[in-house]
């Protein structure tokens, strides 16, 4: 089927820690990737995409790779803020359906 | 720019009672989406609209939901009746469309928190 699915959480670092969020799809075609964050209290807001094989999206020390031979999507950041904790989900478009399709979500705390 | 205004922000019914939802996109785009999110989940689409035609509302429960954006602008969602298994957040989002039908970055609502008891 057309799914996604991310590693389950809570995930806690201490502060400056490196971070992985694993993701993977399963999809015919050629979907986009995004990761979206859900800040506590905040609505949910694009963090990074990817468009196509081997690209990577990266934003506020966020990165994360295209891999079409693994199907996976995995979210990075080398060191972690406690202002990062949120909820994080990972999210495919169908090719030219604008529509997403989400993981679960994974929540990241982050300890001073 | 204002964001993606939605309205109520909590509501609490009891089953099988109704309840109607209301979201106002960005201006100027054309698609309007509708997601369901149960807590531990994540958002999971109900239907999409382009102006104010459906495009896909292949997982709306067709019984007891109902949407419509009849100016396409902004846009009304009904639960009648509600179930337990509604409570969840209702998120809109909206994002335009380029031309050769490219779908941009969607944009979130703040999303109605709906407790059914």
């Known amino acids: 089927g057309n799914s996604v699915t991310q590693m389950e959480g809570p995930v806690t670092l201490s502060e400056e820690a490196f971070l992985t969020i694993n993701c993977t799809y399963t999809a015919t075609g050629y979907p986009s990737l995004f990761w979206y964050v859900q800040y506590p209290g905040e609505g949910l807001q694009l963090l990074l995409k990817a468009t196509k094989a081997d690209d990577k999206g990266s934003n506020k020390g966020f990165e994360a790779t295209y891999r079409k031979e693994t199907t996976s999507f995995h979210l990075e950041k080398g060191s972690v803020q406690v202002s990062d904790s949120a909820v994080y989900f990972c999210a495919r478009s169908p090719s030219n359906t604008g529509k997403l399709i989400f993981g679960q979500g994974t929540t990241l705390q982050v300890k001073p | 720019e204002a964001g993606v205004a939605q309205s109520p922000r909590y509501k609490i019914i009891e089953k099988r009672q109704s309840v109607a939802f209301w979201c106002n996109p960005i201006?100027?785009?054309?698609?309007l989406y509708w997601y369901q999110q149960i807590l531990g989940q994540g958002p999971k689409l109900l239907i999409q609209f382009q102006n104010n035609g459906v495009v896909d509302d292949s997982q709306l429960p067709k019984d007891r939901f109902s949407a419509e954006r009849l100016k396409g602008v902004d846009s009304t969602l009904k639960i009648q009746p509600a179930k337990l298994e509604d409570s969840a957040v209702y998120l809109c989002a909206s994002s335009l469309v380029s031309a050769g039908g490219v779908y941009n970055e969607q944009f979130f609502g703040p999303g109605t928190r709906l407790t059914v008891l």
């Open positions: 201006s100027g785009h054309a698609t």
